[in-house]
């Protein structure tokens, strides 16, 4: 007889609240700019003003969770964003959490293509624009980066290092869109043509909360993307997929 494999509870997934990478991203589509005007590298990029209220708002949310359903240990991508956000939501919540850091919970890495909106791309690398659109979001690896199922490689290894040594406990995961979305690909055990349909319906929000429950065996979806904590508090919504394909 097979032993179940030792596992969380659940998993409370969250993206980011808005960073000042997110908001350069979107002022450079709408200018139709080819790159990203924002000095820090990726890692470094901190909270807008907007992202902090966010992530106060999310542990506002937190706190008034019964006890039986707020998270005991927290699992955070070590960018600036991730961990301002999980910092300020954890004080805001009055939680004293293990935050375990994990470089494989990172951001998509973009190789050349890094700090170039689409129209960027297309202009000074016309050819890895068409082997963009001729291999698809999944599979698409940049000259110097990682394609999703890259991403998706790296978080299954993750999940299975961390996920013993926090077996039976509820999960926090403060992270990025594409992140969300992989682990949701991953753990649901999704199709490419699932996940691709659910990325083509929406982005994941700022500081939004998706939820994955261990159910006889297998991991179900409880929520996806969603954002009432925020607007029951009148803290912004704000929806950006990033640049390129990156998510943020």
Not at 117 to 123: A, E, H, I, N, Y
Not at 129 to 136: C, D, Q
Not at 197 to 218: F, I, K, P
Not at 229 to 246: I, K, M, Y
Request: proline share 5%; glycine share 6%; net charge negative.
């Amino acid at each position: 007889m097979t032993t179940p494999a030792a596992t969380p509870t659940s998993l409370v997934l969250v993206r980011h609240g808005e960073s000042v990478g997110n908001v350069a991203a979107t002022r450079a589509d709408r200018e139709a700019a080819p790159v990203v005007d924002v000095a820090t590298r990726d890692a470094d990029t901190p909270l807008s003003d907007l992202g902090r209220a966010q992530a106060e708002a999310l542990g506002v949310w937190l706190a008034t969770l019964p006890s039986d359903e707020q998270p005991e240990v927290v699992w955070c991508s070590p960018y600036l964003r991730t961990l301002e956000t999980a910092t300020i939501a954890l004080r805001t919540a009055g939680l004293d959490l293990t935050v375990r850091r994990d470089e494989r919970l990172r951001d998509r890495e973009l190789g050349i293509l890094d700090r170039l909106t689409w129209r960027g791309v297309r202009d000074r690398y016309p050819e890895e624009a068409e082997r963009r659109r001729h291999l698809g979001k999944m599979y698409h690896r940049p000259p110097g980066g990682e394609s999703w199922a890259d991403v998706a490689l790296r978080l299954r290894a993750a999940v299975g290092d961390l996920a013993p040594r926090d077996a039976d406990r509820r999960v926090l995961v403060v992270a990025h869109d594409a992140v969300v979305m992989l682990l949701r690909f991953a753990l649901e055990e999704l199709t490419e043509d699932e996940l691709m349909a659910v990325v083509r319906e929406r982005s994941v929000r700022n500081a939004s909360v998706t939820r994955l429950d261990r159910v006889d065996g297998a991991w179900r979806l409880v929520a996806f993307d969603e954002v009432d904590h925020l607007a029951e508090l009148d803290a912004p919504v704000t929806e950006h997929p990033g640049t390129g394909d990156s998510g943020g």
